[in-house]
């Protein structure tokens, strides 16, 4: 069974910077493209960014871009988002997950649509207050 453990988050105040990190064990994310998510109570999930498995494509929500950027190391099984510039409303547990098999990167990056993604995490919590 694919599993992610994602990590990273905590108290930030506005203007700060986090780094998430999402490993995996028990397989290699070399074939996945990632996706990374995030939640607030009472809202559904949103997509936040995703990097492709093979070429390193990235794409990102409207509401992160030029502040968050993601990255892979495939070396280090791992993938990660730096995020800067947060914003309080940036505050939510936060989640990656790997697709499900679409493979289509056109729509995989343009919809961010958690529904095509799976093997979520536990998520890791960001603050973002002063």
């Known amino acids: 069974q694919l599993q992610l453990v994602e990590s990273g988050g905590g108290l930030v105040q506005p203007g700060g910077s986090l780094r998430l990190s999402c490993t995996a064990s028990g397989f290699s994310l070399d074939y996945y493209n990632i996706g990374w998510f995030r939640q607030v109570p009472g809202k559904e999930r949103e997509g936040v960014s995703c990097?492709?498995?093979?070429?390193?494509?990235?794409g990102y929500a409207d509401s992160v871009k030029g502040r968050f950027t993601i990255s892979r190391d495939n070396a280090k099984n791992a993938v990660y988002l730096q995020m800067n510039s947060l914003k309080p409303e940036d505050t939510a547990v936060y989640y990656c997950?790997?697709?499900?098999?679409?493979?289509?990167?056109?729509?995989?990056?343009?919809?961010?649509?958690?529904?095509?993604?799976?093997?979520w995490g536990q998520g890791t919590q960001v603050i973002v207050s002063s």
């Open positions: 997950a790997v697709d499900r098999g679409l493979r289509n990167w056109r729509v995989l990056s343009s919809t961010l649509d958690p529904l095509l993604f799976g093997s």
């Open positions: 990097i492709s498995s093979s070429d390193g494509r990235v």
